[in-house]
């Protein structure tokens, strides 16, 4: 029951822009299958409630269908689509971006032997699991609050945090504890993460990296590729191709500029890794991207 008011609620608030008023929320519709298209996941749990949505990160695929929830803990460059959707039967999704001081706001309200053991070691960056009846119950009375848009300023605060705390007691809570911890191991990560998307189009040696994530070298060269199922030069050169794409989608293709602009020496290399990214060249993908 649950789902089937999610589905009428999300297929009737859906807006082209994916936003809603209530804030950090967002809507998903598809109404056809969609090809895999290059995003990024930053820190959100992500609900599908009708189709199902495939992405790709580094060499994982994951999967996930309605009723199924998804936790980006950090922000990842990821390969995503729609696999089933129809007009009749469109792909929906929900997601709420994921604050790190709202997460260390509820577990400061939990008493210690409330909450899920850390684990050893860092988690992945993303993770999918079945949502619970508590889970889709409170996503449920947050996107309901858009046919009562008066409640929306004083009740959604309070759905978001039984949300979160639906998380950190569910399957994924270690995930999400480590994420509001300031001093965790995936903290330290997403510090080294940031840090290159900040860097992207520059040079750096993994030592660096590794000084910013407080970590020795070997230590964060296996706690990066947990987390985001890369190393960090394979990481770079993600942010690299899906920034060189943003800017051929929007200006005339000038493939050596772009490439140098965004780190690349030799436009011939960014062409080939281009190509192996996109499935096209960088002349062709900027034509069709802009025609569209």
Same mark, same amino acid.
């Given at each position: 029951m649950a789902l089937d008011e999610l589905r009428d609620l999300l297929n009737r608030h859906a807006r082209p822009d994916l936003a809603t008023p209530i804030d950090d929320v967002l809507i998903f519709k598809a109404e056809q299958p969609e090809p895999p298209k290059p995003t990024t996941y930053g820190k959100v749990l992500a609900?599908?409630?009708?189709?199902?949505?495939?992405?790709?990160?580094?060499? %994982?695929?994951?999967?996930?269908?309605?009723?199924?929830?998804?936790? !980006?803990?950090?922000?990842?460059?990821?390969?995503?689509?729609?696999? #089933? !959707?129809?007009? /009749?039967?469109?792909?929906?999704?929900?997601?709420?971006?994921?604050?790190? !001081?709202?997460?260390? @706001?509820?577990?400061?309200?939990?008493?210690?032997?409330?909450?899920? /053991?850390?684990?050893?070691?860092?988690?992945?960056?993303?993770?999918?699991?079945?949502? =619970?009846?508590?889970?889709?119950?409170?996503?449920?009375?947050?996107?309901?609050?858009?046919?009562?848009? #008066? @409640?929306?300023?004083?009740?959604?605060?309070?759905?978001?945090? /039984? *949300?979160?705390?639906?998380?950190?007691?569910? @399957?994924?809570?270690?995930?999400?504890? %480590?994420?509001?911890?300031?001093? =965790? =191991?995936? =903290?330290? *990560? !997403?510090?080294? *993460? %940031?840090?290159?998307? @900040?860097?992207?189009?520059e040079p750096f040696r993994v030592e660096e990296v590794a000084k910013v994530a407080s970590m020795s070298v070997s230590t964060f060269h296996r706690n990066f590729q947990a987390v985001t199922s890369m190393s960090p030069i394979q990481f770079q050169k993600r942010i690299r191709l899906q920034q060189a794409r943003l800017q051929l989608a929007v200006v005339p293709a000038d493939i050596a500029a772009v490439s140098r602009r965004v780190g690349y020496e030799s436009p011939s290399q960014f062409s080939r890794e281009y190509r192996r990214q996109f499935g096209m060249s960088p002349s062709q993908d900027s034509t069709r991207l802009r025609a569209r």
């Open positions: 609900v599908v409630a009708q189709g199902t949505k495939r992405f790709a990160l580094g060499e %994982q695929m994951y999967e996930y269908h309605e009723g199924q929830y998804l936790i !980006a803990s950090v922000a990842l460059p990821v390969t995503a689509h729609f696999a #089933r !959707a129809s007009a /009749e039967l469109p792909g929906l999704g929900v997601g709420l971006t994921l604050h790190p !001081a709202a997460v260390a @706001d509820v577990l400061l309200q939990a008493a210690p032997g409330e909450l899920p /053991e850390l684990g050893e070691g860092v988690p992945p960056g993303l993770a999918v699991s079945t949502a =619970s009846a508590e889970l889709l119950d409170a996503v449920v009375r947050l996107v309901r609050l858009l046919d009562r848009p #008066r @409640d929306i300023t004083v009740l959604a605060p309070l759905i978001k945090r /039984e *949300i979160l705390w639906r998380l950190i007691t569910g @399957d994924q809570g270690a995930i999400v504890r %480590q994420f509001g911890l300031p001093d =965790s =191991s995936l =903290s330290h *990560i !997403a510090r080294a *993460i %940031q840090w290159i998307r @900040d860097h992207y189009a």
